[in-house]
């Protein structure tokens, strides 16, 4: 298939390099999948004889037997999901059973959803292509047709009428197709089968709005009697089956046995090497890419690099181009925003082998047919294991060595699974979480299902009880959107409530970030509310696209906020307060050195100030005051440990910090007087009043922390304080540095587990807690109002995340804390590292 | 208040209608305070019934209703739609009121208004439901009303009113005969009709600019109607309801109206304004090209500005070229020509390089044409323009 220059000796060559080479010294760890052989076995029984005779001439040694498993469990009535691997012939298995459905059955339909538009494209070829052998072999013009957004409005009337597959995605089946059902009566009545591709993609608020989305469906398929037969496939996860079953509210027959062929794979994870010991900074991913990517150009191997967002691909590509040189080792870029017909000629290039490299974003991840490279190189682990999969998928060629390469960044979670070839090689330990009855998302889209079908009284939704569902469409009576009649609801309102909502957000007031220009003003972008607070205060430096903004005014009232170009060489990070209060605790189970609860939690927020950081040396600047802002009161679900106070204490006395005496300066002595004369020679804690020589003053913000002594030493963060109560003030400094090393810890490394966005999760640590009666707390809770089954899974699994947290503080060799691990040294000063692992040492003490 | 709203508006749901979620319902004042009408009830609710009569003779705008018998002018002209040989009397002019402008499921249809005409004159018949759960007797009935007749006359029927129905139909789990009616749809007649001298076709601005008829204080307008619905729901006071009824009575009266007023203008021949090149479009899109040659002929009699004489010519030379009449259509080109129109040297190039095997008058015509061309910037068409030429060269240069 692949015209190539590149032989198997030149793969071996670098394969060597990482092996006993000058690369080994980067690798952490590596294995090696064996090629497997396929099993085949025949042809599934009682196929219509010309789909029969089609396949036998495409698939002359049989199919897999994963895949006649699958076709037989769907002629035998069964619901089935499909696991196994990247270009194992999943679509083999839906399209098989949907073919014979549609030639055997003159009326019967089926419908395909998938939650990208360039995999419905491209099964709309591949199964056009299959379509149109049968009709050479003397069969019938079948109606494939995708329809989405881009569907033109001409068309749309036909496709409805007489069209027989359906490709969509969850978008239109959600606003375009259920509010119009009765639009498609002749497609619903006929529906045989439902395929959901690529479900893992389908978790956290997105997939909370398609499994509503879905309810909505099976209402109104139950309205024309269909009973389709339900065809998903998914990545591995290790809650796959589950995952399916809350997602449809069907049964499932499960097949995961993956019997395709199989090349052998090396893989090896790249760790760059430390360049500042004390600091526990690494070599710069781009940097660590070209030194690898030199050994690939010079032995001519073909490659795909995958880089985690659209500008980092550019960055990249850039500096490969400078490096190289771009004539003859031809390297690509690839994301979505190239023009299509860019992208198919850089597919069509990768399959001649014209094109030696491209840099993608994971836009060239899924779907799309572009035979295979011999090596790919990971920038960055992908977030989740069945990401890196269909990555690491791209390479490989039959009868050769194939290469994956994994370099890690800085990140806690990448330092977490470079360690850890056991994370990605052995059994998924992900889940693919969603919370269908998270409230919002729900009353959204009650209000959509009763636009499309009167709510009767006798009716359930989802896993919802009756009187739960009556409650809700009670308080839409309320809202007017419903009429109650004889306990029937019906819709009453104007609006298309199905436009209103869009799947792949909570839905809320954002803010627009617009610069000015003059008289005129373009539009940056758009933030939700929460974050304008956090990221577009005046005075706060917005980053985007690479471009930073200072940000001028924050008009609340009008959602917009103002920003002009902005040219300093600092960043700023707004510095806020945080309150947490229990509403309600679901579940709580005491360990010997923590207890841990879950439930309902507010988290009330008030953005005090921010600071302005050296976008060089990291340093603070300045610390500045913010008035006025509104707080935001977020109602979520969450996860909280609580830390006994006798763990606090033996921490405190087992004196776990070192602590450097710091040069304050030449007129220390001096501010010192002041100071102390300001506070008129009290212990600002406790009032006691004492001559100067025996008072302290203390730095709320570490010393250390300011780049000049000027700032640190200024009165506005020097206050008073007796020997005691500075003792105390040190502590609980050291106590709230351990506990943030914990916190941010396990924030940034449950998204392993919870297959989510870090910015899915929030954290919280407070040192006297009132929701733990005056103890510390460790807290976590889902950024979405009403939790969406993040925290509550976090639950489940907090000790693995808290043994995770461990393994990077034991194996990350910096001094006192960096990035990588417990965070970088913030304003509660240094230490952190050994304090967050003493934390954990005392957390994780065997019953 | 109820706890999930509570809860909801806690965790951030805008209740922008809060204020008055406690709304008294008053009892007493329904439609048939306000509207002479009856209720027809059966188990599966009730639906209020009001008729009105309108005799022969009586003047709507304009437009005097009278009987009428369809004359051949007519005849064809119907038939561009599909619809030919109708009796007046099979023909029901309808438009339903609905309590969302959006489609879709959600989507009600509260009150459907028709009018048809009998021996005595027009009657109006009105049917409403006071809320969803009445639907299933309403569709019946509009059902038995329709089956009378053969064709169905609505404004943006074909888009809106007739799918809607159909949807509610379905909904209810109702057989329906929709789909085997003739259908007019005077909204896409009147755009067709009034293209050169209207603006708006909107139903409204051809009532009044067309039927000249001006509607009543009570009248509302139809963005209204959804909201004015749902109050009456929540609250039960009908009386805002009136204005509704009325607006749809004149919807389709209008339509009726508009009907005999289109028949009026083809039977008796007196045509306004630049109707006559309309139907004349009408009828050479419908390949009649007899009858778009008579209009486009009788729009030459009419005084009209430069650009619609010029449009009208042209496209009487098109009519005329279909029916293969090549020395009218040539004589028409070369009138145009005389006016610099590059269609018409276009077309005479192409008329004397294929037909006439003329090569030398056919590059004439190219030259002349691409003079033209040159300063009207018709790019591709310059590009055609040089071909041809080219194309003419090398046949000349053969012949010689």
Same mark, same amino acid.
Request: aromatic residues 8%.
């Given at each position: 298939?692949n015209?190539?220059?590149?032989?198997?000796?030149?793969?071996?060559? $670098?394969?060597?390099?990482?092996?006993?080479?000058?690369?080994?010294?980067?690798?952490?760890c590596?294995?090696i999948?064996?090629?497997?052989?396929?099993?085949?076995n025949?042809?599934?029984?009682?196929?219509?004889s010309?789909?029969?005779?089609?396949?036998?001439?495409l698939?002359?040694?049989?199919?897999?037997?994963?895949?006649?498993?699958?076709?037989?469990?769907?002629?035998?009535?069964?619901n089935?999901?499909?696991?196994?691997?990247?270009?194992?012939?999943?679509?083999?298995c839906?399209?098989?059973? $949907?073919?014979?459905?549609?030639?055997t059955d003159?009326?019967?339909?089926a419908l395909?959803v998938?939650?990208?538009?360039a995999?419905?494209?491209?099964?709309?070829?591949?199964?056009?292509?299959?379509?149109?052998?049968?009709?050479?072999?003397?069969?019938l013009?079948?109606?494939?047709?995708?329809y989405?957004?881009d569907t033109?409005?001409g068309k749309?009337?036909s496709?409805?009428n007489?069209?027989?597959?359906?490709?969509?995605?969850?978008?239109?089946?959600?606003i375009?197709?259920?509010?119009?059902?009765t639009?498609?009566?002749?497609?619903?009545?006929?529906?045989?089968?439902?395929?959901f591709?690529?479900?893992h993609?389908? =978790?956290?608020?997105?997939?909370?709005?398609?499994?509503?989305? #879905?309810?909505?469906?099976?209402?109104?398929?139950?309205?024309?009697?269909?009973?389709?037969?339900y065809?998903?496939?998914?990545?591995?996860?290790?809650?796959?089956?589950e995952?399916?079953?809350?997602?449809t509210?069907?049964?499932f027959e499960?097949?995961?046995?993956?019997?395709?062929y199989?090349?052998?794979?090396?893989?090896f994870?790249?760790?760059?090497?430390?360049v500042?010991?004390?600091?526990?900074?690494?070599?710069? #991913?781009?940097?660590?890419?070209?030194?690898?990517?030199?050994?690939?150009?010079?032995?001519?191997?073909?490659?795909?690099?995958?880089?985690r967002?659209?500008?980092?691909?550019?960055?990249?590509?850039?500096?490969?181009?400078?490096t190289?040189?771009?004539?003859?080792?031809?390297?690509?870029?690839?994301?979505?925003?190239?023009?299509?017909?860019e992208?198919?000629?850089?597919?069509?290039?990768?399959?001649?082998g014209?094109?030696?490299?491209v840099?993608?974003?994971?836009?060239?991840?899924?779907?799309?047919d572009?035979g295979?490279?011999?090596?790919?190189?990971?920038?960055?682990?992908?977030?989740?294991?069945?990401?890196?999969?269909?990555?690491?998928?791209?390479?490989?060629? !039959?009868?050769?060595?194939?290469l994956?390469?994994?370099?890690?960044?800085?990140?806690?979670?990448?330092q977490?699974?470079?360690?850890?070839c056991?994370?990605?090689?052995?059994?998924?330990?992900?889940?693919?979480?969603?919370?269908?009855?998270?409230?919002?998302?729900l009353?959204?889209?009650?209000?959509?299902?009763?636009?499309?079908?009167?709510f009767?009284?006798?009716?359930?939704?989802?896993?919802?009880?009756?009187s739960?569902?009556?409650?809700?469409?009670?308080a839409?009576?309320l809202?007017?959107?419903?009429?109650?009649?004889?306990?029937?609801?019906?819709?009453?309102?104007?609006?298309?409530?199905?436009?209103?909502i869009?799947?792949?957000n909570?839905?809320?007031?954002?803010?627009?970030?617009r610069?000015?220009?003059?008289?005129?003003?373009?539009?940056?972008?758009?933030?939700?509310f929460?974050?304008?607070? !956090?990221?577009?205060?005046?005075?706060?430096?917005? $980053?985007h696209?690479?471009?930073?903004?200072?940000?001028?005014e924050?008009?609340?009232?009008?959602?917009?906020?103002?920003?002009s170009?902005h040219t300093?060489?600092?960043f700023?990070?707004? =510095?806020?307060?945080?309150?947490?209060?229990?509403?309600?605790?679901?579940?709580?189970?005491?360990?010997t050195?923590?207890?841990?609860?879950?439930?309902?939690?507010s988290?009330?927020?008030?953005?005090?100030?921010?600071?302005? $950081?050296?976008?060089?040396?990291?340093?603070? #600047?300045?610390v500045f005051?913010?008035?006025?802002?509104p707080?935001?009161?977020?109602?979520t679900?969450?996860?909280?440990l609580?830390?006994?106070?006798?763990?606090?204490?033996?921490l405190?006395?087992?004196?776990?910090?070192?602590n450097?005496?710091?040069?304050y300066?030449?007129?220390?002595k001096?501010?010192?007087?002041?100071?102390? =004369?300001?506070d008129?020679?009290?212990?600002m804690?406790?009032?006691?009043?004492?001559?100067?020589?025996?008072?302290?003053?203390?730095?709320?913000?570490p010393?250390?922390?300011?780049?000049?002594?000027?700032?640190?030493?200024?009165?506005?963060n #020097?206050?008073?304080?007796?020997?005691?109560?500075?003792?105390?003030a040190?502590?609980?400094?050291r106590?709230?540095?351990?506990l943030?090393?914990?916190?941010?810890?396990?924030?940034?490394?449950?998204?392993l587990?919870?297959?989510?966005?870090?910015?899915?999760?929030?954290?919280?640590?407070?040192?006297?807690?009132?929701?733990?009666?005056?103890?510390?707390?460790?807290?976590?809770?889902?950024?979405?109002?009403?939790?969406?089954?993040l925290?509550?899974?976090?639950?489940?699994?907090?000790?693995?995340?808290?043994?995770?947290?461990l393994d990077?503080?034991?194996?990350?060799?910096c001094?006192?804390g960096?990035?990588?691990?417990?965070?970088?040294?913030?304003?509660?000063?240094?230490?952190?590292?050994?304090?967050?692992?003493?934390?954990?040492?005392s957390?994780?003490?065997?019953? | 208040m109820?706890?999930? &709203?509570?809860?909801?508006?806690e965790?951030?749901?805008?209740?922008?209608r809060?204020?008055?979620?406690?709304?008294?319902?008053?009892?007493?004042?329904?439609?048939?305070?306000?509207?002479?009408?009856?209720?027809?009830?059966?188990?599966?609710?009730?639906?209020?019934?009001?008729?009105?009569?309108?005799?022969?003779?009586?003047?709507?705008? +304009?437009?005097?209703?009278?009987?009428?018998?369809?004359?051949?002018q007519t005849?064809?002209?119907?038939?561009?739609?599909?619809?030919?040989?109708?009796?007046?009397?099979?023909?029901?002019?309808?438009?339903?009121?609905?309590?969302?402008l959006?489609?879709?499921?959600?989507?009600?249809?509260?009150?459907?208004?028709?009018?048809?005409?009998?021996?005595?004159? &027009?009657?109006? &018949?009105?049917?409403?439901i006071?809320d969803?759960?009445?639907?299933?007797?309403?569709?019946?009935?509009?059902?038995?009303?329709l089956?009378?007749?053969?064709?169905?006359?609505?404004y943006n029927?074909?888009?809106?009113?007739i799918?809607?129905?159909?949807?509610?139909?379905?909904?209810?789990?109702?057989?329906?005969?929709?789909?085997g009616?003739?259908?007019?749809?005077?909204?896409h007649?009147?755009?067709?009709?009034?293209?050169?001298?209207l603006?708006?076709?909107?139903?409204?601005d051809?009532?009044?600019?067309?039927?000249?008829?001006?509607?009543?204080?009570?009248?509302?307008?139809?963005?209204?109607?959804?909201?004015?619905?749902?109050?009456?729901?929540?609250?039960g +006071?009908?009386?805002?309801?009136?204005?509704?009824?009325?607006?749809n009575e004149?919807?389709?009266v209008?339509?009726?109206?508009l009907?005999?007023?289109?028949?009026?203008?083809?039977?008796?021949?007196?045509l306004?304004?630049?109707?006559p090149l309309?139907?004349?479009?009408?009828f050479?899109?419908?390949?009649k090209?007899?009858?778009?040659?008579?209009?486009?002929?009788k729009?030459?009699?009419?005084?009209?500005n430069?650009?619609i004489?010029?449009?009208?010519?042209?496209?009487?030379?098109?009519?005329?070229?279909?029916?293969?009449?090549l020395?009218?259509?040539?004589?028409?080109?070369e009138?145009?020509?005389?006016?610099? +129109?590059?269609t018409a040297?276009?077309?005479?190039?192409?008329?004397?390089?294929?037909?006439?095997?003329?090569?030398?008058?056919?590059?004439?015509?190219?030259?002349?044409?691409?003079?033209?061309?040159?300063?009207l910037?018709?790019?591709?068409l310059?590009?055609?323009?040089?071909?041809?030429?080219?194309?003419?060269?090398?046949?000349?240069?053969k012949?010689?």
């Amino acid at each position: 298939m692949n015209s190539n220059s590149s032989k198997s000796v030149d793969i071996d060559r $670098i394969i060597e390099l990482f092996k006993n080479g000058e690369l080994s010294q980067l690798v952490t760890c590596s294995w090696i999948k064996n090629a497997q052989e396929a099993s085949y076995n025949g042809y599934p029984a009682n196929l219509d004889s010309s789909l029969l005779k089609m396949i036998e001439k495409l698939y002359p040694r049989g199919l897999f037997n994963h895949q006649n498993e699958a076709v037989q469990a769907l002629f035998d009535g069964k619901n089935v999901l499909i696991t196994t691997g990247t270009s194992s012939g999943k679509s083999l298995c839906y399209q098989l059973p $949907i073919l014979n459905s549609v030639i055997t059955d003159p009326s019967s339909t089926a419908l395909m959803v998938f939650p990208t538009k360039a995999l419905a494209e491209d099964q709309q070829k591949k199964l056009t292509e299959l379509g149109n052998s049968l009709i050479n072999n003397g069969s019938l013009n079948l109606p494939i047709a995708t329809y989405d957004g881009d569907t033109p409005q001409g068309k749309r009337i036909s496709i409805r009428n007489k069209g027989r597959i359906l490709l969509t995605n969850p978008d239109m089946l959600h606003i375009g197709i259920l509010p119009h059902h009765t639009h498609w009566e002749r497609f619903l009545n006929n529906l045989k089968f439902i395929v959901f591709d690529e479900i893992h993609s389908y =978790r956290g608020v997105f997939g909370s709005h398609f499994a509503n989305v #879905l309810r909505r469906f099976k209402r109104i398929l139950n309205f024309y009697n269909s009973r389709p037969n339900y065809i998903l496939t998914s990545a591995t996860i290790s809650n796959a089956t589950e995952f399916a079953e809350k997602f449809t509210g069907e049964r499932f027959e499960l097949i995961k046995n993956d019997t395709s062929y199989q090349e052998s794979r090396q893989y090896f994870f790249v760790n760059p090497p430390v360049v500042d010991e004390s600091l526990g900074l690494r070599r710069g #991913l781009v940097d660590q890419t070209l030194e690898i990517f030199s050994f690939v150009i010079s032995n001519q191997v073909q490659s795909i690099l995958f880089s985690r967002t659209r500008k980092t691909v550019e960055i990249t590509l850039k500096r490969l181009r400078e490096t190289f040189g771009r004539s003859e080792n031809d390297i690509h870029g690839y994301r979505s925003g190239y023009l299509p017909r860019e992208r198919r000629s850089i597919e069509e290039g990768l399959r001649s082998g014209k094109i030696r490299s491209v840099v993608s974003t994971s836009a060239l991840e899924m779907g799309i047919d572009m035979g295979k490279v011999d090596l790919t190189l990971l920038i960055g682990y992908p977030g989740t294991i069945s990401s890196f999969y269909q990555q690491s998928g791209r390479a490989g060629r !039959r009868n050769r060595n194939s290469l994956s390469i994994l370099i890690a960044s800085a990140s806690p979670m990448d330092q977490y699974v470079i360690r850890h070839c056991a994370f990605v090689s052995q059994g998924s330990p992900e889940h693919a979480l969603i919370d269908p009855n998270n409230p919002l998302i729900l009353m959204e889209h009650l209000k959509c299902a009763a636009f499309e079908l009167p709510f009767t009284p006798k009716e359930t939704y989802g896993d919802l009880t009756r009187s739960d569902l009556s409650d809700y469409l009670n308080a839409l009576v309320l809202l007017k959107h419903l009429v109650e009649r004889n306990q029937n609801y019906y819709w009453i309102a104007e609006d298309y409530p199905s436009a209103e909502i869009s799947l792949r957000n909570i839905s809320g007031n954002s803010i627009s970030l617009r610069l000015r220009n003059g008289m005129e003003s373009t539009l940056i972008g758009d933030v939700d509310f929460q974050s304008a607070l !956090r990221m577009a205060h005046p005075g706060a430096v917005y $980053i985007h696209d690479g471009n930073q903004y200072l940000v001028d005014e924050l008009n609340l009232e009008d959602h917009v906020a103002w920003l002009s170009p902005h040219t300093e060489p600092y960043f700023t990070d707004h =510095r806020s307060e945080t309150k947490i209060s229990v509403e309600q605790t679901i579940y709580e189970e005491n360990k010997t050195n923590f207890s841990k609860s879950f439930g309902d939690i507010s988290v009330n927020e008030r953005i005090k100030g921010f600071k302005r $950081i050296d976008w060089n040396t990291l340093m603070t #600047l300045g610390v500045f005051e913010l008035e006025g802002l509104p707080e935001n009161d977020l109602h979520t679900k969450g996860v909280w440990l609580t830390i006994p106070e006798n763990v606090v204490e033996s921490l405190k006395n087992e004196n776990k910090w070192q602590n450097e005496k710091n040069e304050y300066g030449s007129q220390w002595k001096d501010i010192r007087v002041l100071v102390v =004369r300001r506070d008129n020679y009290r212990c600002m804690v406790c009032g006691i009043q004492l001559p100067e020589a025996q008072l302290h003053v203390h730095h709320k913000i570490p010393f250390r922390t300011f780049a000049d002594p000027g700032t640190a030493n200024h009165p506005t963060n #020097l206050v008073t304080l007796c020997p005691a109560c500075h003792r105390r003030a040190e502590q609980n400094v050291r106590v709230r540095t351990g506990l943030s090393g914990v916190a941010y810890l396990v924030a940034n490394l449950a998204p392993l587990t919870l297959m989510c966005d870090q910015r899915d999760i929030g954290s919280f640590i407070e040192s006297e807690s009132d929701m733990a009666n005056g103890r510390p707390v460790i807290a976590v809770y889902d950024q979405f109002p009403g939790g969406i089954g993040l925290s509550a899974k976090l639950y489940e699994k907090m000790e693995e995340v808290l043994q995770q947290s461990l393994d990077v503080i034991d194996q990350c060799g910096c001094d006192e804390g960096c990035p990588s691990c417990v965070g970088p040294a913030g304003e509660n000063g240094m230490g952190g590292k050994v304090f967050s692992k003493a934390i954990l040492i005392s957390l994780l003490e065997p019953q | 208040m109820n706890d999930i &709203l509570k809860r909801l508006q806690e965790l951030g749901l805008k209740v922008d209608r809060a204020s008055n979620l406690e709304v008294k319902r008053s009892i007493g004042n329904n439609v048939d305070s306000f509207i002479p009408g009856e209720w027809v009830e059966s188990n599966n609710g009730r639906i209020y019934v009001v008729k009105q009569r309108v005799p022969y003779g009586s003047k709507h705008g +304009n437009t005097t209703l009278k009987q009428h018998t369809s004359v051949k002018q007519t005849n064809d002209f119907w038939d561009v739609d599909g619809v030919l040989d109708l009796k007046m009397e099979d023909i029901v002019f309808l438009d339903t009121e609905t309590s969302s402008l959006s489609i879709g499921a959600g989507a009600l249809i509260f009150l459907f208004g028709c009018c048809y005409f009998d021996k005595e004159g &027009l009657e109006v &018949l009105q049917v409403f439901i006071e809320d969803p759960s009445h639907e299933t007797l309403f569709l019946t009935y509009i059902g038995n009303t329709l089956e009378k007749f053969k064709c169905l006359a609505t404004y943006n029927g074909k888009s809106f009113d007739i799918p809607v129905l159909r949807s509610r139909y379905i909904l209810n789990r109702i057989p329906h005969e929709l789909n085997g009616f003739l259908h007019i749809d005077l909204l896409h007649i009147s755009r067709r009709i009034w293209k050169y001298d209207l603006d708006s076709k909107k139903l409204s601005d051809i009532e009044k600019n067309v039927l000249q008829f001006t509607r009543g204080e009570e009248e509302i307008p139809g963005w209204l109607v959804p909201q004015i619905y749902q109050d009456f729901v929540q609250t039960g +006071n009908a009386e805002p309801l009136k204005g509704v009824f009325y607006h749809n009575e004149i919807d389709v009266v209008s339509l009726a109206g508009l009907f005999l007023k289109i028949e009026n203008m083809l039977s008796s021949n007196q045509l306004q304004g630049n109707e006559p090149l309309s139907l004349g479009e009408i009828f050479h899109r419908a390949r009649k090209y007899e009858l778009a040659n008579e209009y486009y002929k009788k729009a030459l009699e009419y005084d009209s500005n430069d650009v619609i004489r010029e449009k009208t010519l042209v496209n009487l030379a098109y009519s005329l070229k279909k029916q293969g009449k090549l020395k009218e259509t040539c004589s028409i080109w070369e009138e145009l020509a005389q006016a610099e +129109n590059l269609t018409a040297c276009v077309e005479l190039a192409k008329f004397h390089e294929h037909k006439e095997k003329d090569w030398v008058s056919a590059l004439e015509w190219t030259e002349k044409a691409i003079l033209i061309s040159e300063k009207l910037s018709a790019l591709r068409l310059r590009e055609e323009l040089a071909h041809r030429k080219s194309r003419l060269i090398l046949k000349l240069g053969k012949k010689e």
